[in-house]
Antibody, heavy 111, light 114 residues
Framework: EVQLLESGGGLVQPGGSLRLSCAAS????????MSWVRQAPGKGLEWVSG????????YYADSVKGRFTISRDNSKNTLYLQMNSLRADDTAVYYC????WGQGTLVTVSS | DIVMTQSPDSLAVSLGERATINCKSS????????????LAWLQQKPGQPPKVLIY???TRGSGVPDRFSGSGSGTDFTLTISSLQAEDVAVYYC??????????FGQGTKVEIK
């Protein structure tokens, strides 16, 4: 059974940082490109960042470019999202996904 | 990025009636190498993560009732719920995965009971 378990969300002040993790199991992690997708309260789904299976190629939405960094550790079957210079409009549930979805982790940026 | 546009933004349908949602992509998501459309339909109920209903534009996911069907090719796609049930109240999204991992979404269509 495929499982994607996000963690690392929480309350952070504007300008702060958080690192999200996604522990994957039930599939061959290193052959799949992975993405982070977020959903602000009451809003739709927004693709945030993606990474190739080997980790060599990374992609970002314009809204997070220069502030967020995606990475993966295929030896640990784990996907990461380092989020710096956080803003109020980064407040959202962050999902780890490819063809399956995790439960998400809530990030709240507020003073 | 490929821009996905859904219509309508919301619709209200009587129980047992048909619901139809449209999705248009800014460029074709049909691959010439395998003749497959890289288009999925997702269902999201309140407080839950999205669930994949349809992939390859018309293939139902495991356990998805056959009242859900997908059609279309290239840039124009449709999700049809043939006989709306109370448990189908949700927001539905189309998603392209032609540019994986840059998977983009439509804005969502909220389906309610009339």
């Amino acid at each position: 059974e495929v499982q994607l378990l996000e963690s690392g969300g929480g309350l952070v002040q504007p300008g702060g940082s958080l690192r999200l993790s996604c522990a994957a199991s039930g599939f061959t992690f290193n052959i799949y490109a992975m993405s982070w997708v977020r959903q602000a309260p009451g809003k739709g789904l927004e693709w945030v960042s993606g990474i190739s299976g080997n980790g060599f190629r990374t992609y970002y939405a314009d809204s997070v470019k220069g502030r967020f960094t995606i990475s993966r550790d295929n030896s640990k079957n784990t996907l990461y999202l380092q989020m710096n210079s956080l803003r109020a409009d980064d407040t959202a549930v962050y999902y780890c996904t490819y063809d399956y979805w995790g439960q998400g982790t809530l990030v709240t940026v507020s003073s | 990025d490929i821009v996905m546009t859904q219509s309508p933004d919301s619709l209200a349908v009587s129980l047992g009636e048909r619901a139809t949602i449209n999705c248009k992509s800014s460029q074709s998501v049909l691959s010439s190498s395998n003749n497959k459309n890289y288009l999925a339909w997702l269902q999201q109920k309140p407080g839950q993560p999205p669930k994949v209903l349809i992939y390859w534009a018309s293939t139902r996911g495991s356990g998805v009732p056959d009242r859900f069907s997908g059609s279309g090719s290239g840039t124009d796609f449709t999700l049809t719920i043939s006989s709306l049930q109370a448990e189908d109240v949700a927001v539905y999204y189309c998603q392209q995965y032609y540019n994986t991992p840059r998977r983009t979404f439509g804005q969502g269509t909220k389906v309610e009971i009339k």
